[in-house]
């Protein structure tokens, strides 16, 4: 599986929502589209995971078309410093077709925001902090974090050194 990250400045240097909306125009480029709209639906649900500092070390996933994207959030002097971003743009748009979007959210909000998910979104679901997203490679969370875009890539050695 193809997988890409993005990383993007949060709290403190931009508030939750200024983060939201950067990701959002990420994802779904066309300010006209029904994706659009639906992730504007998710916003006060979204911008609190933010704010919960839950992207910080789990992402939100996207898949459907093209490559799983992994979202990231940078937190703290990190966001200040800005250094590890990553915000540039995609060569597709992952909200084309049937795509699906999966939040990290503290456990103890996890009920509020599955059910006030469900409610407005038929694409965007929430899963615990540090639990697997549906489909990665290895089935783990840390998967995740060995994708993000900054983090040393891994050698398989028997690999390498096979003739």
Sequence with gaps: MTVVARTFIS???R???????????????????????????????????????????DPLVMHGVGPRLRVFA???DDA??????NESVLSWVPTDGDWRMSLPCLA?????VQSKL???????????VGAAVEGDHDGTANAA???????????????????
């Design 108 to 112: 103890d909000d996890l009920g509020w």
């Design 80 to 85: 200040v410093e800005g250094e590890s971003a």
């Design 145 to 163: 974090a060995a994708d993000r875009h900054d983090a040393a890539p891994a050698v398989d050695m028997s690999s390498f050194f096979r003739r």
């Design 11 to 13: 709290v403190p240097a």
């Design 15 to 57: 508030s939750a929502t200024e983060t939201w909306e950067q990701i959002v125009a990420l994802v779904a480029p066309d300010a006209g589209s029904p994706a659009r709209r639906e992730l504007a639906a998710v916003a006060g649900v979204a911008c609190s995971c933010i704010a919960d500092e839950s992207l910080a070390d």
């Design 118 to 128: 469900a409610k407005v979104s038929t694409h965007v679901t929430a899963r615990e």
């Design 74 to 76: 940078l937190y703290g």
